[in-house]
């Protein structure tokens, strides 16, 4: 099923090359029928980018990550200046991978570029963590946000049970995976319209903030920086808690190979996005404290039901049911792209060959979504996923502090590289350090997670030789993986792509 870089294969065993482009194998060794192209087609546009960054950024974080935020900061004036932090922190990390879209027109975001810089040990152990461990993890945590708050209307005077949050959840995840599978156009529009709702949900908390500081409700912003002190310890966990909050800016460069004319729309959808998120984000943090003390939102299960609560009467119901919508599209766009990070590593012979096929019909990489699936439903209903969120930021910052000094590492490697959007070298550099200085912070605040994050990153290098570089594999077993992916194909009607067949 892994294939060496370079070297295709198919079930029959002969080249790839030899195998027609949009043609289906059979079991009987007939003739296919299908001869057409089948290819993915470039169909995000600036407004579809758009709504990919904004409406994956936009989830849960901002509704349930000021709780972490202000815990571990110990102040209003310290939180409101961390969001603020990470908001421009998260723009720097995002000019630097507009650069990275621009000048290395390949989908697959941080595996692409780590690939480029660094070779292919350190992109396998990228994809291999975050396939197992990150992206079930975090679709998992995203999607148990949108099970809680769609059910919250309906156990308005009670708990809600666990088991009916995962059971919504996991018909929550299916939906997202089906919708993935049918169609990318269809999938675009819905997260068009998903991105709307989430806007309107965070207008619904800022104007009755706004109007609460016309009313002169300042109260909780007098002595701003009074409480708990910042610590050490305390300091990399909000942060994780804030770019948690922010993160999904890098999901455009997943898809770079869809998106018409990248060296415009890349650089120009990540500057609009990111500059609506932060400020919506601040203003959202701001509206919050004058209506809810630090106090009553470091006990509120639901800080934004909580707010709506207060202020809005019988309307609060609507609230829940917007936040509903907004983890539902920040759980499509980020299926949506990270299964095309699968589709690229694949059609680099990093991962099972199968996963580089395309739908014959709806032109959609169909094994590299629905692989998400089990994974995800394991992660459900037998992970600790809360503890795993510090975990999942350690290795997800690692890496992308990595990226962005492999984007330096570019600059000197490879000068005459053409760059249509270039960033001063003072924004990587800076970017990269605070990543890596974060994640080594990390280690010492909470050593148990991330230390145990950091051994199963590891094992991605034994993982690289048993499955990429050790070529000698019984022939038995080679036979039986190379039947089993020609099964797959007719079940699933997928074929490689012109790309794949280049790899």
């Known amino acids: 099923m892994f294939r060496k870089p370079g070297l295709s294969t198919i079930p029959n065993g002969s080249s790839l090359q030899e195998q027609s482009i949009g043609r289906l194998p059979s079991l ?6 299908q001869e057409e192209k089948v290819v993915l087609k470039k169909k995000v546009t600036f407004l579809r980018g758009v709504s990919i960054i904004i409406g994956t ?25 961390l969001w603020m ?3 421009i922190l998260s723009l720097f990390g995002a000019l630097c991978y507009a650069e990275l879209g621009t000048c290395i027109k390949k989908s697959g975001g941080h595996y692409t570029y780590i690939l480029e810089a660094f070779g292919p040990l350190p992109a396998f152990v990228r994809v291999w963590v975050e396939l197992l461990i990150i992206r079930p993890a975090a679709t998992a945590v995203i999607s148990l946000a949108f099970g809680r708050y769609i059910l919250e209307p309906f156990f308005i005077q009670c ?44 207008l619904i908390i800022i104007v009755p903030g706004v109007m609460q500081l016309i009313k002169g409700e300042t109260q909780h912003f007098k002595d701003a920086f009074a409480g708990n002190d910042a610590s050490v310890m305390g300091l990399p966990l909000a942060f994780y808690s804030g770019m948690y ?15 018409e004319n990248p060296e415009k729309n890349i650089p120009l959808a990540i500057c609009v996005s990111m500059v609506i998120v932060t400020v919506g984000y601040v203003l959202t943090n701001v509206a919050y404290f004058t209506t809810i003390s630090p106090e009553e939102l470091l006990n509120s299960g639901a800080v934004a039901v909580t707010f709506a609560e207060r202020l809005m009467g019988n309307f609060s ?9 907004s983890c539902f599209g920040s759980m499509n766009g980020g299926v949506f792209a990270v299964s095309r990070m699968f589709y690229v590593a694949s059609r680099e012979g990093h991962l099972p060959e199968i ?72 924004i990587p550099a800076l970017f990269s350090f605070t990543c890596l200085f974060m994640v080594a912070l990390s280690l010492y ?15 991605g290098v034994p993982a690289y030789y048993l499955f990429i570089i050790w070529d000698k594999k019984p022939r038995w077993f080679r036979r039986l993986l190379d039947r089993v992916t020609e099964t797959l194909q007719i079940i699933l009607e997928v074929v490689p792509t012109e790309d794949g067949l280049k790899s």
């Open 28 to 33: 009987d060794s007939k003739e296919p029928a």
């Open 57 to 81: 950024i936009i989830g849960a974080g901002i509704f349930i990550s000021p709780k972490g935020i202000l815990k571990n900061t110990g102040s209003v004036g310290m939180s409101l200046i």
């Open 85 to 87: 932090v990470c908001g």
């Open 159 to 202: 708990e809600i049970p666990d088991l009916a949050i995962k059971l919504i959840t996991a018909v929550g995840i299916t939906v997202i995976m089906v919708l993935n599978s049918m169609s990318v156009s269809w999938s675009a529009r819905i997260q068009i319209f998903l991105t709307f709702c989430k806007l309107i949900a965070i």
């Open 245 to 259: 909050a922010y993160s999904g800016w890098f999901y455009l460069n997943f898809v770079t190979e869809e998106v």
């Open 317 to 325: 119901l609507a609230v829940p049911i917007f936040v509903a919508l």
């Open 355 to 426: 996963l580089s096929m395309i739908h014959v019909r709806k032109h959609t990489p169909l094994p590299a979504i629905i692989v998400l699936h089990p994974l995800t439903m394991i992660m459900l209903f037998t992970g600790d996923l809360y503890s795993l969120l510090n975990f999942l930021s350690f290795a997800r910052w690692l890496f992308i502090g990595l990226v962005v000094v492999g984007l330096i590492y570019l600059r000197y490697k490879r000068p005459d590289m053409p760059r249509p959007f270039k960033v001063p070298l003072f």
């Open 445 to 459: 605040s909470d050593p148990v997670n991330t230390g145990i994050g950091f051994a199963i990153t590891l094992t």
